[in-house]
């Protein structure tokens, strides 16, 4: 019972978010588009608060206080938005005839997103590295994400044979989630003391409104029959690839950091920065852009892999990293 509990605690979310898609793939009438639970309304409600209150969180001192390491800042920006997608568009092109294409672009939709927040600064503190170079890169990289991952999905999903319109994408990403994020910015002195008193309550906001979209998107991709056309292979070959991307990229991000003479603090904000990809900002972005795509479910799930395994791995490489001497 005391494990049981222990693990709950531990992995808690990532059970929600399995529990969601698999009773969006069993039950799908009541979270589907027309269901009685109005998730498509819910969860682009919710969505907008979740970033009205990432507005108001985000401090300006902590990102004032890593301004100045621009080499550090150049380095993760680029790993995020440069080497994920260069990896994830020679993907798309290899993979074409092995693996579905709303599964490749979904793939591609991953190297396409900025980098998590959360889990890096965490990590990068765990670990003892640069914690305020980490703070800026993960909160930028997420600003930047709401205008380059559009732009980067929009040049894909034209070569593939779904174009999406570049502005319209953008308007729906400004408007679901920047206006919101810009509206905390500016109203964050007056609520301060109110979001201090319910930390706990936000993140399960913040947390419940993925697990809402998650369950919507299985929901619809089912009603769709999008999964009958999927084999336990396909599945399974997914899951190795978005391993060994995982791998590429931390190798990568290791090897080049030391080349260019980073010291241990500043490598390890690099690593964790620059390998990681937002489940937070993916699934609303997704949401934006792609709401009402019956294999959206299918699309989502690259990154929802990936946000797993970069939580296992990356927590066994900052426990390695903080017993260094």
């Not at 509990?5 to 799908?28: D, Q, R, S, T």
């Not at 409104?209 to 999927?230: D, K, P, R």
Request: proline letters at 4%; a positive charge.
């Amino acid at each position: 019972m005391h494990s049981t509990k222990n693990f709950l605690n531990k992995h808690g979310y990532m059970v929600c978010i399995v529990g969601a898609a698999v009773l969006g793939l069993l039950i799908p009438g009541p979270g589907g588009t027309g269901g009685i639970l109005h998730l498509s309304t819910l969860t682009y409600v919710g969505i907008m608060l979740v970033f009205f209150l990432h507005g108001a969180n985000l401090s300006p001192d902590k990102l004032k206080a890593g301004f100045t390491q621009w080499q550090l800042h150049l380095f993760v920006q680029l790993a995020t938005f440069v080497l994920f997608p260069i990896i994830g568009i020679g993907i798309f092109m290899v993979g074409r005839g092995w693996l579905p294409n709303d599964m490749l672009l979904g793939f591609f939709y991953l190297c396409a997103l900025p980098s998590t927040i959360s889990s890096s600064v965490a990590m990068t503190a765990l670990a003892r590295g640069n914690l305020s170079g980490a703070i800026f890169n993960a909160t930028i990289s997420g600003l930047i994400g709401m205008v380059m991952t559009p732009m980067l999905m929009s040049f894909v999903m034209a070569k593939s044979g779904h174009p999406i319109s570049l502005l319209s994408a953008m308007m729906d990403v400004m408007i679901q989630l920047m206006l919101p994020f810009a509206a905390g910015q500016m109203l964050r002195r007056p609520l301060l003391t109110l979001m201090a008193r319910n930390k706990k309550l936000l993140s399960t906001l913040d947390r419940g409104v993925i697990v809402l979209i998650v369950h919507a998107s299985f929901c619809n991709s089912q009603q769709a029959g999008v999964w009958s056309s999927y084999s336990l292979y396909t599945l399974a070959a997914l899951i190795v690839l978005t391993g060994i991307l995982l791998v590429i990229i931390l190798c990568l991000t290791t090897w080049s950091s030391r080349r260019l003479g980073f010291n241990t603090e500043d490598e390890i904000a690099a690593v964790f920065c620059g390998s990681k990809k937002s489940l937070a900002n993916g699934m609303p972005m997704a949401q934006a852009m792609f709401a009402g795509h019956a294999g959206m479910g299918i699309f989502v799930l690259p990154m929802i892999i990936y946000h797993q395994l970069q939580l296992l791995v990356c927590s066994v490489l900052a426990e390695r990293y903080a017993n260094r001497r």
